[in-house]
């Protein structure tokens, strides 16, 4: 919808067809730049009995997102070219920061797959773990924004993460054994039963290894024998225009999953106030690639979704895949002031 500020796009547009969706019982994702859209969206919620559906986002007593949960490595690749622009004359910086920023996070995005397989043989592994410490570093067990800048908060932090990897190799070693030791000694145990969990377990600790000799060349070029002041400026240039978005719990806690949420049908208010452009517009390529996805699966929950004032949310390089939207059951709604914004 196309239309001049104060003529009514949100409240005969947005705001009919939003009720329209609630009523048909649709998972509904709203955007919400001002943040006091929650409010209205509320409103329309508990008219229609749905009030225990609705989930916000971005707010204190609201959910928390792992801004980076879903991203691989070629969405974490855009994430980084966006966050960390520097113009045509600083790709140096740019390209070295994002090297750094890519190793750290495939290296905890394979600690975090093996202790997730951990909590199938100890439930409560990750609750007793938030850290597994290995010589000199103790390495975070989740892949977030903020674990990645606790990695490079100083050039020491950096250097005993990279000279505690081989280290680590030897103490996840350790918690299989002894977690298998425990098992044995357990007299009701039933072997058979955890005989697949530990295949899964060893499989991740597998690929762990592969990880940490994969990266390790890489990592080494910003260890103990790299310049110092280099490796610091380089540092510098990954964690400043992270810094915000990593010391915000709403987008640094495995807590929610915005798709999958859809997927049952909630009702989520995206507050997108607190994050940069360029960090709205990842989270929103990564939603819109998760929910493109939903066409693998023949019964699914329609989504729609609602953009009021679209140009403060998206920008040049979002990517709507509307052309398989209708089959992944996704409805969008736009609404502008004029072409010229877009």
Not at 166 to 173: F, G, I, M, P
């Amino acid at each position: 919808a196309f239309g001049q500020t104060g003529c009514g796009k949100t409240t005969s547009f947005i705001y009919p067809n939003l009720q329209k969706r609630l009523e048909l019982g649709h998972g509904i994702l709203l955007y919400d730049y001002k943040g006091k859209e929650h409010l209205s969206v509320k409103y329309l919620a508990e008219q229609i009995g749905r009030l225990d559906d609705v989930v916000e986002v971005g707010k204190p007593w609201g959910e928390n997102i792992n801004i980076i949960q879903n991203m691989d490595e070629d969405e974490l690749d855009k994430f980084f070219d966006n966050i960390l622009k520097h113009g045509d004359d600083n790709k140096y910086w740019q390209n070295s920061a994002k090297s750094l920023g890519q190793s750290i996070l495939k290296m905890l995005k394979a600690i975090e797959v093996f202790s997730n397989a951990m909590c199938l043989v100890e439930k409560n592994f990750l609750a007793a773990n938030k850290e597994i410490r290995a010589k000199e570093f103790s390495f975070p067990t989740h892949r977030t924004l903020s674990s990645m800048l606790k990695v490079c908060k100083t050039f020491e932090d950096l250097e005993n993460f990279i000279k505690s990897l081989e280290s680590l190799t030897r103490k996840t070693q350790n918690i299989i054994d002894s977690s298998i030791q425990k098992i044995l000694a357990r007299k009701k145990s039933n072997i058979k039963l955890y005989k697949n969990k530990y295949k899964t377990v060893l499989s991740a600790h597998t690929k762990l290894i592969s990880i940490i000799d994969d990266t390790k060349d890489a990592l080494d070029s910003f260890g103990e024998k790299s310049n110092e002041n280099l490796t610091q400026n380089i540092m510098g240039s990954l964690t400043a225009p992270l810094l915000s978005l990593s010391q915000s719990l709403y987008f640094n806690e495995n807590e929610f999953d915005i798709v999958k949420a859809l997927g049952e049908g909630k009702i989520i208010i995206l507050n997108t106030e607190a994050l940069s452009t360029a960090a709205v517009e990842s989270l929103n390529n990564v939603i819109m690639y998760e929910l493109s996805k939903r066409t693998k699966n023949s019964n699914i929950h329609p989504v729609s979704i609602f953009i009021d004032e679209v140009q403060r949310v998206v920008s040049r390089s979002t990517d709507f895949p509307i052309d398989v939207f209708r089959e992944a059951k996704v409805d969008l709604f736009l609404a502008t002031q004029n072409s010229a914004l877009l």
